[in-house]
């Protein structure tokens, strides 16, 4: 396993992630559990475990696989404020558009229970964000094989 290193990344509202980048191969996978993230505090078994479902879901064999861990600072209140109004404005755009081509194709008393439906939906999928929490990506990308491959996957760690 080559740690590639470790940065800092400011994202959007300010949020701070500690970076850090590996590459690896299928040899190596078990040693994936023996990484530390002291970013993750408590929940550092939760992150490993992360870490090698998204090695796995790679299907690397013998090609190297670049991973890029971040791990952000706790959130701040107003952090986890302005993630929660984007989460309003997915929630309004999504029943906005339903609701309107519900309208278009159906009598406008059924635009109402699709629109309320759809606001319901999306709320209950996204993610609400509290002081505290810590926003773990998790990025792996495979060249060669039947060309680039790479995936993404978030966690968030709950105060």
């Not at 040693?31 to 408590?42: Q, V």
Request: aromatic share 6%; charged share 20%.
């Amino acid at each position: 396993m080559k740690f590639e290193g470790t940065f800092q990344y400011m994202g959007n509202h300010g949020i701070v992630f500690n970076i850090s980048q590996i590459t690896l191969t299928d040899s190596e996978r078990g040693r994936l559990r023996e990484l530390h993230f002291g970013e993750a505090k408590n929940a550092h078994y939760e992150v490993n475990s992360k870490v090698v479902e998204v090695y796995d879901k790679m299907l690397a064999k013998n090609l190297p696989c670049v991973m890029m861990i971040g791990i952000s600072k706790p959130l701040t209140r107003q952090q986890g404020d302005a993630l929660n109004a984007q989460r309003t404005t997915i929630a309004n755009l999504a029943t906005t558009a339903f609701a309107a081509t519900a309208k278009a194709v159906a009598p406008s008393y059924v635009a109402i229970p699709v629109g309320a439906g759809v606001r319901r939906y999306v709320n209950e999928i996204l993610p609400t964000y509290h002081a505290g929490d810590v926003l773990v990506s998790i990025e792996a990308q495979v060249n060669g094989g039947i060309g680039p491959q790479r995936t993404l996957s978030t966690l968030i760690i709950k105060t």
